[in-house]
């Protein structure tokens, strides 16, 4: 017998994910999770005793090791998988246990961490006041007491306090120094920028002379505006961004248009610019609402559809999320083929593309999206927007897991538009200007 401190951890709905992703991706999240268990338990001198298929039972000789893994368990368990994300509980008690077959401990500890992470919430480490007072003196950790718990199978109330934990997945604010980096990887790292802007340009639902009003949401540098006003020389654009300096540079790139260009800062989490929208005739968007989590876009496309003007449309540009790990590949695959032959054409060598490979920007081959970022695979895009009521809903464009997609309020045009071959030449020359690509 030996005295132990006994973790365990499970995921929350894990049965839920499974039916909607199925067996095979649902394999391979879990592993990827356990990967990330295994390491945080080792990192703290602790040991995995075994793998229950959502969870761990974890010893650890130290208490304090212990309690300090449970929370950064929870807080690798933020990072997506895959684009899902996952919620764990855990449960911790200390006492004598012993080694069955070499592959499991028994003995009352075990039953009472085990009880204790069943009884825990959604991202709560529950641990037994035992493990409490067998840390060390002046500890830093932050306890909470819940109280004497009944637990099944256990005929005493064990006294609990849960561990109190900061999230490291705060909303993220996009930086100056993002912003940098964007600038400096953008002619690499934005798949076919061209095709994007065009397609997005030629289907506006306008005739080349009409009067009408384009809001965009994370207008970056200008780009899109800049190809909407050259092509529709009676549009006027509201250009909508989070960052200082971005704005400075949509400033800069649209000036020419007068006051057919107005450059506003705004922050996507507050909701004042959703007046905007009601005395627009078009929302257009590149890759902005990935920040939303999916009850959110729901909720945003039924607020853009009951405001937006008609004949109107909401066209977007944004990352998708992979469903199946083949999926995943050729999207992974294909932007870095992409992003090279990127870096080659624009500047004439590789360099672009072995930075845009050091700070591993390909999300689908790394799993680098920061917390708050939900990308949501097509199909999903595609039914929200027809729910909330537009109409011509589909993908227009699609190359390497970045797509154009969006849908219709109202009748179509009835006159000439531009023509994708003309809106190519718009969306070059305001990549031009922009600085993105070399005059030609």
């Not at 499970?10 to 295994?38: C, M, P, T, W």
């Not at 909303?171 to 002619?187: F, M």
């Not at 939303?292 to 004949?311: A, G, I």
């Not at 540009?317 to 083929?337: F, H, I, N, S, T």
Request: charged residues 20%; proline residues 4%; hydrophobic residues 40%.
């Amino acid at each position: 017998m030996a005295t132990t401190t006994i973790l365990f951890t499970d995921l929350v709905n894990s049965s839920e994910l499974l039916s909607r992703v199925g067996d095979q991706v649902g394999h391979h999240i879990f592993a990827s999770h356990y990967e990330k268990l295994r390491a945080t338990v080792e990192a703290y001198g602790g040991e995995v005793v075994k793998w229950q298929g959502d969870g761990i039972m974890g010893r650890f000789q130290s208490v304090s090791d212990a309690v300090h893994a449970a929370i950064a368990g929870q807080r690798a368990t933020e990072q997506p998988i895959q684009g899902e994300r996952l919620a764990m509980r855990a449960g911790l008690h200390v006492g004598e246990t012993a080694v069955w077959d070499e592959t499991d401990l028994f003995g009352m500890p075990v039953v009472v961490a085990r009880r204790l992470c069943e009884a825990a919430n959604s991202g709560q480490v529950l641990c037994s006041s035992l493990v409490e007072g067998l840390l060390p003196h002046g500890h830093e950790l932050k306890l909470q007491d819940v109280g004497h718990l009944r637990l099944k199978g256990i005929d005493e109330p064990i006294s609990t306090v849960a561990v109190l934990w900061e999230s490291n997945s705060a909303p993220h604010t996009w930086t100056e120094d993002e912003s940098k980096l964007y600038l400096e990887l953008a002619p690499v790292a934005a798949p076919a920028r061209e095709e994007q802007i065009a397609t997005i340009v030629s289907l506006l639902p306008f005739d080349t002379q009409a009067q009408f009003s384009v809001l965009d949401l994370g207008a970056g540098e200008g780009t899109l505006d800049f190809a909407i006003l050259e092509s529709y020389p009676s549009s006027s654009v509201i250009a909508l961004d989070g960052s200082e300096s971005m704005c400075l540079r949509a400033g800069a790139c649209l000036e020419r248009f007068g006051e057919r260009a107005s450059v506003r800062l705004f922050e996507l989490r507050e909701s004042n610019w959703l007046s905007l929208v009601s005395s627009s005739d078009v929302v257009v968007s590149s890759m902005l609402f990935h920040h939303f989590p999916d009850e959110e876009k729901l909720q945003f496309f039924n607020t853009v559809y009951s405001r937006l003007r008609q004949p109107g449309a909401l066209l977007i540009a944004d990352v998708l999320k992979a469903q199946r790990p083949e999926q995943r590949g050729v999207y992974a695959d294909g932007y870095d083929m992409l992003a090279r032959a990127q870096s080659l054409s624009t500047t004439g060598s590789e360099d672009a593309y072995n930075v845009f490979r050091e700070r591993r920007w390909n999300m689908f081959r790394y799993d680098s999206l920061p917390a708050d970022e939900y990308p949501s695979p097509l199909i999903d895009s595609l039914s929200w927007l027809r729910s909330a009521g537009f109409q011509g809903v589909d993908c227009f464009w699609m190359r390497s897991g970045f797509a154009v997609f969006g849908g219709y309020k109202g009748s179509p045009r009835t006159g000439a538009g531009i023509t994708l071959d003309a809106a190519i030449g718009s969306a070059r020359l305001a990549l031009t200007v922009a600085g993105e690509i070399p005059p030609t």
